[in-house]
């Protein structure tokens, strides 16, 4: 597994933004894969996971209603759409592939981040 995360940036509170992780290796297509976050001074957090087959969804709570994790298995790319951005998402954003088909437990596999900065 080689995953890859992009679309980080700069952008304003209330923004939006996407993220993209891409396996390049087409190794995770038949496992979960999540979204995690480190903030300056904090440790890495759960964002939001998915399941192999997107059947089953899951989100911090403090991303629900804001935050959209899809995938699609045809192009080995998962994704983390951002809506309503605040400051306090700002944090490289990791994306990761779990040794089993639903979330649960620490990925086996990390992509390098991308860093998203939310001005106020």
């Known amino acids: 597994v080689q995953l890859q995360a992009s679309g980080g940036g700069l952008v304003k509170a209330g923004e939006s933004l996407r993220l993209s992780c891409v396996d390049s290796?087409?190794?995770?297509?038949?496992?979960?894969m999540g979204w995690f976050r480190q903030a300056p001074g904090k440790e890495r957090e759960f964002v939001a996971g998915?399941?192999?087959?997107?059947?089953?969804?899951n989100y911090a709570d403090s991303v629900k209603g804001r935050f959209t994790i899809s995938r699609d298995n045809a192009k080995n790319t998962m994704y983390l759409q951002m809506n309503s951005l605040k400051p306090e998402d700002t944090a490289i954003y990791y994306c990761?592939?779990?040794?089993?088909?639903?979330?649960?437990?620490?990925?086996?596999?990390w992509g390098k981040g991308t860093l998203v900065t939310v001005s106020s």
């Open positions: 990761g592939t779990y040794l089993r088909s639903i979330v649960g437990g620490t990925p086996r596999y």
């Open positions: 290796r087409r190794t995770s297509n038949n496992n979960a």
């Open positions: 998915i399941s192999w087959n997107s059947g089953s969804t």
